[in-house]
């Protein structure tokens, strides 16, 4: 069945560590974004990609990293700049079209112990 | 920058009355599409509805309609007989297909159904 993939579910993290954050989709779409959801804050944009090796700033990338070296897969790493990294993260993708729906991911809850 | 408001951030209905969530946003653009998303327990985002721009009528799924003003910035929907089921959080979203392409979600409103 094609769908969007996030992995692990659950995350701990000890503080000063870097962690990534899985986001597979086999629905061949060119575009995939990463969201942080805190509660009360609503959908939060990181990073987003339309395309192969090109991908943007959202509007809280501080630090996180990303990279898109496959249409298929868009890795989030969040690094120890990260201050606040306790936060359920959501992948989504979509096509590049009018029209368009993005398809989300499970999530990932991310915890620093 | 484009912005998504959603002034409410919980409301509360009846089961079978009807229900409307507002939401604002603000753009400089003529043609985008806007969205409402579910996100239950679950946590699973789901589409409820899309509207596009450009299409006057407003976007209709079952008990789900939106009130669309583009003049005026406003995608409100509207859940008519309520269920237990819609028991969730709602976003708004907005999403221009050209520029940067980024599609920008509200806070959420937090939708209680009363047995």
């Known amino acids: 069945d094609g769908g969007i993939t996030q992995s692990p579910k659950y995350l701990f993290r000890k503080e000063g560590q870097n962690v990534t954050l899985s986001c597979e989709q086999n629905?061949?779409?060119?575009?995939m974004y990463w969201y942080r959801q805190d509660p009360g804050q609503g959908l939060r944009l990181i990073y987003y990609?339309?395309?192969?090796?090109?991908?943007q700033k959202g509007d809280i990338a501080e630090g996180y990293s990303v990279s898109r070296e496959k249409k298929e897969s868009f890795p989030l790493t969040v690094t120890s700049a990260q201050k606040n990294p306790t936060a359920f993260y959501l992948c989504a993708s979509s096509i590049r079209a009018p029209n368009t729906e993005a398809f989300f991911g499970q999530g990932t809850r991310l915890t620093v112990v | 920058a484009q912005t998504v408001t959603q002034s409410q951030p919980e409301m509360s209905v009846q089961e079978a009355e009807t229900v409307t969530l507002s939401c604002t946003y603000d753009?400089?653009?003529?043609?985008?599409?806007l969205f409402w998303y579910k996100q239950p327990p679950s946590r699973q985002m789901i589409l409820v509805i899309r509207?596009?721009?450009?299409?006057?009528q407003n976007a209709t799924e079952n008990r789900f309609s939106v009130n669309f003003q583009k003049a005026a910035k406003s995608f409100s929907l509207k859940i008519s007989d309520s269920q237990l089921g819609d028991a969730a959080m709602y976003f708004c979203?907005?999403?221009?297909?050209?520029?940067?392409?980024?599609?920008?979600f509200g806070q959420g409103t937090r939708l209680t159904i009363n047995p």
């Open positions: 629905l061949n779409h060119d575009a």
């Open positions: 509207q596009e721009a450009y299409k006057q």
């Open positions: 753009t400089s653009e003529s043609d985008y599409y």
């Open positions: 990609s339309q395309i192969v090796n090109d991908f």
């Open positions: 979203a907005y999403y221009y297909p050209q520029g940067a392409q980024k599609l920008v």
